[in-house]
């Protein structure tokens, strides 16, 4: 078992680390003994008809409750799910999180409507796990107004004696619960977001080299940030998903109807240019997968970038530069992966995606799955999570830390 998976339970690590992370209380420097603990956890799991199709954030989330569980008197979980614009919204109701929580834990775990229904359930009985529903439903959970927000958070605060911060997807996010909520009790760290922390330091600082990046996904806009401070950190950058098409449009291709930020175009080049003057390989694909629409049921037709259809779409990196990608990837000790290579929900367009996750299973050094979209297709293509050095989960948070932006979330947890 590695150092991580003893820290919260789901994944494995290949090496220790020494990194400090004294700048924030852990568990154990905490006394939970009979003390009503609010738990901040990501739990926003997809759902399918109501079911759970990926309980991976729940699983990461148990060994910092059962800890807790231990000692305290309760448990108030708060926990986003989705984006809900105007309050309660059933598809996006916590019970089915509940229901799966409780089953793990043994235990009844009750979904509260409101602050009072959690109170009144937290009080029933010694060691009560209880589910605070969405808290994304309370609109000043999310407000621009800090005011609006403080107030909101002095009422959550009375729901417990001390924070422990474990939701690392939301860490980004100036949000109540996650920013000022911690700043009004004693608080720390919990397992999840403890490890997530320790990874993503070594990420930024100390990688063993060779260093490599996989970057995907639809959008430049996305990654442009963190693909300019990584320019400055890794040794090979290799880009995938949808806008590879950009990058292509950069250097004067025809991309046919494929997705492109024309807006990006600019600094594009400019990252072309700078990858260039610091001798970093960046990867780019030598081949495409096309098809005529975006539909699972559309035909492959896989073409050289300098051969792209007028009237097609891009939906794959193709095989020979999947197989590029993997070669140039094997003899890295470090190797962090976001944002899938293609259509990977398309079996027809998933190869390119596979590709990345078995080079990255097969890694000797360190691997890390970026969580979002990554994790998702790692998990749809079969692999196992004890396949990949670690799976992070929370992708925005992930991106945002390695672009060397603050996470207001991981701020308020100082001591």
């Known amino acids: 078992m590695g150092l991580l998976q003893s820290l919260n339970g789901s994944c494995s690590l290949r090496r220790t680390f020494a990194l400090d992370l004294t700048f924030m209380q852990t568990l154990e420097s905490m006394d939970f003994t009979n003390k009503r603990v609010i738990l901040r956890c990501d739990l926003n799991v997809p759902l399918k008809n109501g079911e759970i199709t990926d309980a991976g954030r729940i699983l990461a989330s148990l060994p910092t409750i059962e800890f807790i569980r231990k000692k305290a008197a309760s448990i108030v979980i708060l926990s986003h799910l989705g984006r809900p614009k105007n309050g309660f919204t059933s598809e996006l109701s916590l019970t089915p999180v509940a229901n799966r929580l409780g089953e793990l834990l043994k235990d009844v775990v009750s979904c509260a409507t409101d602050i009072a229904e959690a109170k009144k359930l937290a009080a029933s009985r010694p060691g009560t796990v209880v589910l605070l529903e969405n808290i994304r439903f309370f609109a000043a959970e999310t407000s621009k107004d800090e005011t609006e927000r403080k107030a909101f958070a002095q009422e959550l605060a009375t729901l417990g004696d001390i924070y422990v911060g ?92 494929s997705l492109v930020d024309l807006e990006q175009i600019p600094q594009v080049k400019e990252l072309i240019v700078r990858a260039a003057e610091k001798k970093v390989a960046l990867l780019l694909p030598k081949d495409v997968v096309m098809a005529s629409e975006f539909s699972s049921d559309a035909r492959p037709t896989v073409v050289s970038v300098d051969a792209i259809p007028a009237d097609q779409i891009g939906m794959d990196i193709g095989p020979d530069t999947a197989a590029h990608y993997a070669a140039a990837l094997q003899d890295c000790r470090t190797v962090f992966w976001n944002g899938p290579m293609g259509v990977f929900e398309f079996s027809a367009f998933a190869e390119g995606t596979r590709a990345i996750a078995q080079a990255l299973a097969d890694l000797p050094g360190l691997s890390v799955i970026g969580g979002g979209d990554s994790t998702a297709a790692i998990r749809l293509l079969g692999f196992d999570d004890e396949q990949f050095g670690y799976i992070s989960t929370g992708g925005g948070a992930s991106l945002e830390f390695l672009e060397g932006k603050e996470l207001p979330g991981i701020n308020a947890l100082e001591k």
């Open 166 to 257: 474990d939701g690392f997807g939301a860490v980004h996010r100036k949000h109540a619960s996650v920013y000022d909520l911690p700043q009004l009790l004693p608080h720390c760290a919990g397992r999840l977001i403890y490890a997530e922390m320790r990874i993503l330091n070594t990420l930024a600082t100390d990688p063993d080299r060779p260093y490599g990046v996989v970057l995907g996904g639809a959008k430049v806009s996305d990654k442009i940030g963190v693909i300019s401070n990584l320019l400055d950190r890794v040794d090979i950058l290799a880009i995938g998903g949808g806008m590879v098409f950009t990058f292509l449009a950069a250097q004067g291709k025809e991309i046919g109807k």
